[in-house]
Structure formats: C-alpha cells, structure tokens
C-alpha cells in the first residue's frame, strides 16, 4: 500500500482498564506498535527502548501506544516491572492487528503476531511502517525518523 493511508480505526481495553480508540489521540502523532507477548526478551528490550526515549517523544507531540494479545492483567504486570510510561492495549482475539497486517505466517510455519510499528500523522495518516523490527534500537529509529517527517511537513 502506498503511504500514506487512513490508519484504521480501532477500539481496545488498556492495561489501565479503560477502553481507548485511536480517534482519542486524532491531533498528535502516535508511535502504535504491536508485539508478541510481555515480559519476553525482545518485547521487554522494545518496550524499554520506548520508554527511555518516551519524554523526547512526548515533547514532538508523540504518544506510544503498545499492542498484543496479552491479557490486561499481563500487561498490568508488564508496566509495573519495568515502570513503562506509556500505553498497553489488549488485542486478544487479533482483530486488531488483522487489521494492519501484524498477525499472520512467521518462521517453521506458525502463525502470531508480527512485531511491526506503524506512524501515524496528526490527521490518521499512515505515514512510516516498520516491518520485521529489531527490538534493540528500535525506539531510537522511530524518534529520529519522526523528527524528520515533522521538519518535512513544516
């Protein structure tokens, strides 16, 4: 699909048990990214990434939205170890990530969660995917390519 493109809308429950649509952050531009599974080496590496770089996100007027399939409890534990700053979002029956392609064939034959981050625009725009992420460094990537999306629509 060429870029850019509507961001379809979706509604989901948070780790703060609260029920978030994408339409709640239309004005600000959102780092939405989905993943396997808490508390697992990779997720925990990108999900720390995003919070150690979340303070210069929020300052570009960014918000980070994570999604997986775990349980709002999981993802309760998830932010409470690793004090994440940002929010988590259940996406248990993959309706979701069926949605923008992050559910489908990986490796040997299975079928899950494809770890991808998708920004979006302040008016729903998809404006950057990132397909095959590598969890280390991941955040750094994001911010620094947002920086030059906002300097390019100034």
Request: charged share 20%; aromatic share 12%; hydrophobic share 40%.
């Amino acid at each position: 699909m060429n870029l850019p493109y509507k961001a379809p809308d979706f509604t989901l429950k948070g780790a703060d048990d609260n029920v978030h649509a994408l339409h709640d952050f239309q004005g600000k531009w959102v780092v939405l990214y989905f993943y396997p599974q808490d508390d697992t080496p990779g997720c925990t590496a990108e999900a720390c990434g995003f919070r150690d770089n979340y303070d210069v996100l929020l300052a570009r007027g960014a918000v980070v939205i994570g999604v997986s399939r775990d349980a709002g409890e999981s993802h309760q534990r998830f932010v409470q170890k690793y004090n994440l700053n940002f929010l988590l979002l259940s996406d248990s029956d993959h309706a979701v990530m069926d949605m923008y392609g992050a559910w489908g064939s990986k490796m040997f034959g299975n079928v899950g969660v494809l770890r991808k981050t998708f920004l979006i625009n302040p008016v729903g725009d998809i404006v950057k995917v990132y397909g095959r992420v590598t969890p280390i460094g991941h955040a750094s990537q994001v911010l620094n390519d947002l920086a030059k999306l906002q300097q390019q629509s100034k």
